[in-house]
Every structure is written in C-alpha cells, then in structure tokens.
C-alpha cells in the first residue's frame, strides 16, 4: 500500500512563506502523478495544484495561480508545494496524492481521480 507523507505545515503569518513536501514511497515516483488538495474547517476538499507523472504539465486553482508552485524531485521521491504569499483563507489541512494508473501526460484536478492519499499537514495562516 502507497501511502504519501506530507510535511513542512506549520504556522505564519499572513504574506510569508511555506514549502510542503509530500514523500512517495516507492523507488520512484516519476510514474506518479501528483496533487495538492486542501480542507478548511466546515468546508470541502479543494484542489490546490497538481503535475503530470512526466512533470511537464501542471494545474493551478486560480485562488493559488501566481502564489503557489509545485515541483518534484524524482530523485528523492518527493513532490513539493511552494506556497508564497499566503493568505488567512489559504487555512487547511493540506493533502498530497499519487496516483500511476494514467498516462505520465495526466493531470488532474480532481479528488476521485488519485488513489492514494497521505494524512495531511495543518497549514494555519494568521492575519
């Protein structure tokens, strides 16, 4: 069983800077396809950013466009989540998924697309 460890929440304050790591364990992850999701409290998952399993193509929201960046690194078996000026309302639990059933082109923004999904870390921003 894949299980995703996410890591590097934490807490800010509003304008500063994060870097979310999410480990794939396997001996590597350049087959999977990888994305970001997020929770508020009361609210449903959201998607957050993903990227192709070939890294070549990659999905924002546009709540994050332009603030947030993710990247892998196939080498280590880690995918990250560059989150700069952040916002009270980008508050959430923060979760990274895989998923390698698809071809390494895909890209998805959708939860029910990712098999396999790690247990979140607690991203909280103060204003």
């Known amino acids: 069983q894949v299980q995703p460890v996410e890591s590097g929440g934490g807490s800010v304050q509003a304008g500063r800077s994060l870097r979310l790591s999410c480990e794939v364990p396997?001996?590597?992850?350049?087959?999977?396809?990888v994305g970001w999701f997020r929770q508020a409290p009361g609210q449903e998952r959201e998607f957050v950013a993903a990227?192709?399993?070939?890294?070549?193509?990659?999905d924002y929201a546009d709540s994050v466009q332009g603030r947030f960046t993710i990247g892998r690194d196939n080498a280590r078996n880690m995918v990250y989540l560059q989150m700069d000026t952040l916002r009270p309302e980008d508050t959430a639990v923060y979760y990274c998924?895989?998923?390698?059933?698809?071809?390494?082109?895909?890209?998805?923004?959708?939860?029910?697309?990712?098999?396999?999904w790690g247990q979140g870390t607690q991203v909280t921003v103060s204003s």
């Open positions: 990227m192709s399993a070939s890294g070549g193509r990659t």
């Open positions: 998924a895989a998923d390698n059933r698809e071809s390494e082109k895909t890209v998805s923004a959708i939860d029910t697309f990712y098999e396999h």
């Open positions: 396997e001996r590597t992850n350049d087959n999977w396809a």
